[in-house]
């Protein structure tokens, strides 16, 4: 007799889900809950570098959670120290990138979790020579 109850209650449960997710995704939100998933997933760390992304070339931005700033959502190819590349969303808080230099980046799944500027000459000879192909 419990059962009827409790999957009720997970049937409700997964709709408040989507449609709170949705109404996440439809408010700009959806980078941001990207960035949590590959923080919170046991995806591995790993060293990537990449240029720095234009200014003017983010894919989305959204209000930041004070409402005072927005944050700019960008997407790079980024390259480890074996060449392998894949794409990056990175995402600058309360600024835009200033498109100079290099990130050398902590990434973890398909987001950067930490990233800092660096010179070309940090970044490996084999992530340099995947990205200039």
Not at 43 to 69: L, R, V
Not at 77 to 88: F, I, P, W, Y
Not at 94 to 118: H, M, N, Q, T
Request: proline share 5%; aromatic share 6%; with cysteine.
């Amino acid at each position: 007799m419990r059962r009827k109850p409790l999957a009720a209650v997970l049937v409700l449960l997964s709709a408040a889900l989507v449609l709170g997710g949705n109404a996440l995704l439809d408010a700009g939100w959806g980078s941001a809950l990207r960035s949590i998933a590959d923080r919170v997933l046991p995806n591995p760390e790993i060293a990537m570098w990449a240029p720095a992304p234009a200014p003017d070339s983010h894919a989305s931005s959204y209000a930041d959670a004070t409402g005072a700033g927005t944050n700019y959502v960008y997407l790079v190819d980024a390259a480890d120290d074996r060449g392998n590349v894949r794409e990056l969303q990175l995402i600058f808080f309360g600024r835009e990138s200033d498109g100079e230099g290099w990130l050398e980046i902590e990434a973890r799944g398909g987001s950067g979790v930490r990233y800092r500027a660096c010179n070309a000459a940090e970044a490996p000879a084999a992530a340099r020579g995947a990205l200039d192909r």
